[in-house]
């Protein structure tokens, strides 16, 4: 028999803040439901078992385990609320829409489970007196956790509490990011970085990790390949080992790493060898973890992408770049003479058997870390060469050689100088509000910083390049976005956008809509009165005089080439660039007033 219940009804609403977290449905492990990857930022659960050990609350575990991570409350009472689940949720209802079928309780649990529910909160009152039988043993079979609500916990208190613990969680996740961090800081500055940096970052995420080079010659080598190591050889220190094979050098030019640490090769992902890992730490996942992560590696140092992330095995795989291209991080030599426009990068491999909140984050700190490690010291004997010519008095054409270059401005507040070897550069100057690069290299994003770049330019060009990468800059700041190129073509990307509407708005401020219209009509239809007012649905004299007022106003002939020209120009700017003219466009029902 229905019972009374002094909480209020909830609308079919999440309550409290949205939930950051997964937005796929979820994957259930045994007996715990855990929701799918999420794009962007990571999340920061709550374990249920918490939940349930907060004593104010009341709450009853009725059936599934207690192991599951909730990522936001929902509350529904819809029969099946799986359209508006991101998965991940705690899921509050009174059971208003179930009655006493078991099939239905089935039912309703099984869309849960495949919505991604992390788990079902049932309120016991005001529809139900107790959580009926066919919904317990629907949420047993289906492995999902399911607790009982009391009477007298309003639903709210429950998504209080959630957020309570997700507020708290989340301030141990940035205190243990900045640990990690300023520990990673400090293994970078040992003499043996990239060991020091890996065994930190194997530590702090309980699992594996790895620097892969590409294959090619080594400095002090002889560019002879390797001979391949059988899977699953391993050397000490949780290295894969093989023969005649060298290890990574620091900034310094000597090899880092223990005396006597092997290195690794045999890298063959798809049937084909790619590079080798010259540093590793940590616990050595199994072979099948390995070749996944070399997968992941590959297509990485391929420059498809800039990160990758599987799970395999019940580990957590992810690779990151260490660099661009042929830029920072790269050991092939054809990738720093600008041969090597597709040239694999350096990548860090990490393989790991859970993954927590902040992993990310630690991960790309030492990505970061291990970019300036790895990346090979410039000679700048290219560059000192060209600069010789260029103060002998050679031409600029002269002084670099064949070739189109691009030039990057970029706003940020990292280390220039890092920021050029990233972009593989020896040719920056950071004088100035912004700093300017001139690299052969394609240009990718790079963290903390913001990028406008020109499009490529031989050296007679490289003048204009440079205004083109001011005002992509300029457009990359505006849409806040990490990288922008040159577009603009024609006398339009000649301009900036910002100054072209500027001056449009101050030549044309003396004309109204109407006027604006026709006087462009007028010049799109190249003077002709009969064309433009057939255009604009107008008679022709009415367009004779919105012409003769317009150029009256401007104080402009318009029987000037020039004139004509700029003021064109201004009114494409001022409509949009493109833009065109429609059929009585302007004007109403064929109104001849100025």
């Known amino acids: 028999m229905p019972s009374t219940d002094p909480r209020p009804r909830l609308p079919e609403t999440a309550t409290g803040p949205p939930p950051a977290g997964p937005a796929t449905a979820g994957h259930r492990t045994g007996d715990e439901v855990r929701p799918g990857p999420g794009p962007g930022a990571e999340a920061t659960p709550v374990a249920l078992a918490a939940l349930l050990g907060d004593q104010g609350l009341g709450l009853r575990h009725v059936a599934g385990g207690t192991g599951a991570e909730v990522y936001g409350v929902h509350a529904s009472e819809m029969a099946d609320p799986s359209p508006y689940l991101l998965g991940g949720e705690l899921l509050l209802t009174a059971?208003?829409?179930?009655?006493?079928?078991?099939?239905?309780?089935?039912?309703?649990?099984?869309?849960?489970?495949?919505?991604?529910?992390?788990?079902?909160?049932?309120?016991?009152?005001?529809?139900?007196?107790?959580?009926?039988?066919?919904?317990?043993?629907?949420?047993?079979?289906?492995?999902?956790?399911?607790?009982?609500?009391?009477?007298?916990?309003?639903?709210?208190?429950?998504?209080?509490?959630?957020?309570?613990?997700?507020?708290?969680?989340?301030?141990?996740?940035?205190?243990?990011?900045?640990?990690?961090?300023?520990?990673?800081?400090?293994?970078?500055?040992?003499?043996?970085?990239?060991?020091?940096?890996?065994?930190?970052?194997?530590?702090?995420?309980?699992?594996?990790?790895?620097?892969?080079?590409?294959?090619?010659?080594?400095?002090?080598?002889?560019?002879?390949?390797?001979?391949?190591?059988?899977?699953?050889?391993?050397?000490?220190?949780?290295?894969?080992?093989?023969?005649?094979?060298?290890?990574?050098?620091?900034?310094?030019?000597?090899?880092?790493?223990?005396?006597?640490?092997?290195?690794?090769?045999?890298?063959?992902?798809?049937?084909?060898?790619?590079?080798?890992?010259?540093?590793?730490?940590?616990?050595?996942?199994?072979?099948?973890?390995?070749?996944?992560?070399?997968?992941?590696?590959?297509?990485?140092?391929?420059?498809?992408?800039?990160?990758a992330g599987e799970t395999v095995a019940g580990a957590h795989l992810a690779a990151y770049a260490l660099g661009s291209p042929g830029g920072a991080g790269s050991a092939a030599p054809e990738a720093r003479t600008g041969r090597g426009a597709g040239a694999p990068r350096a990548v860090l491999g990490i393989a790991s058997p859970r993954r927590r909140a902040g992993d990310r984050t630690v991960a790309g700190v030492a990505a970061v870390l291990l970019t300036l490690l790895t990346a090979r010291p410039a000679t700048g004997g290219t560059e000192a060469a060209a600069l010789v010519r260029l103060l002998l008095g050679a031409s600029a054409a002269d002084a670099l050689g064949p070739g189109t270059r691009t030039v990057v401005h970029a706003r940020g507040g990292g280390d220039p100088a890092a920021l050029a070897g990233a972009l593989g550069t020896a040719l920056y100057a950071a004088d100035g509000p912004y700093v300017r690069l001139l690299t052969d290299q394609p240009p990718a994003p790079q963290p903390g910083w913001r990028l406008g770049v020109s499009a490529p330019a031989g050296p007679d060009g490289l003048a204009v390049a440079d205004a083109q990468a001011a005002r992509a800059l300029e457009r990359a700041e505006s849409a806040r976005t990490p990288l922008a190129r040159h577009t603009d073509t024609g006398l339009a990307g000649l301009v900036g956008a910002a100054e072209a509407r500027a001056h449009a708005e101050a030549l044309l401020g003396p004309l109204g809509p109407a006027l604006r219209d026709t006087l462009r009509g007028w010049l799109a239809h190249h003077g002709s009165w009969d064309r433009t007012a057939a255009a604009l649905g107008v008679h022709r004299n009415t367009v004779r005089q919105r012409v003769a007022r317009a150029a009256a106003l401007l104080g402009r002939d318009l029987d000037d080439a020039d004139t004509r020209m700029e003021l064109w120009f201004a009114l494409r700017t001022a409509s949009g660039v493109g833009g065109h003219l429609e059929p009585g466009a302007g004007d109403v029902g064929g109104v001849t007033g100025p």
């Open 95 to 307: 059971g208003q829409e179930l009655g006493p079928d078991p099939g239905a309780h089935a039912g309703y649990v099984a869309r849960l489970a495949a919505a991604g529910v992390a788990a079902l909160g049932f309120g016991v009152a005001p529809v139900h007196e107790v959580v009926p039988e066919g919904l317990v043993r629907a949420c047993a079979a289906q492995g999902l956790p399911l607790v009982e609500v009391p009477a007298g916990t309003p639903f709210t208190a429950v998504a209080r509490a959630v957020w309570r613990l997700m507020a708290e969680a989340r301030t141990r996740e940035l205190r243990r990011v900045t640990e990690a961090q300023q520990a990673l800081a400090s293994a970078a500055a040992r003499p043996d970085p990239v060991p020091s940096v890996l065994r930190r970052l194997s530590a702090t995420l309980d699992g594996w990790s790895a620097v892969y080079l590409p294959e090619g010659p080594q400095p002090g080598g002889t560019g002879a390949p390797e001979p391949p190591v059988a899977p699953g050889t391993r050397g000490g220190a949780g290295v894969p080992s093989g023969p005649g094979l060298s290890a990574l050098p620091d900034a310094s030019g000597t090899t880092g790493g223990p005396a006597g640490a092997p290195a690794a090769s045999g890298f063959r992902p798809g049937g084909g060898r790619y590079g080798r890992a010259v540093h590793a730490a940590g616990n050595v996942p199994g072979d099948e973890v390995v070749a996944a992560l070399e997968v992941l590696v590959a297509r990485v140092a391929s420059g498809a992408v800039a990160t």
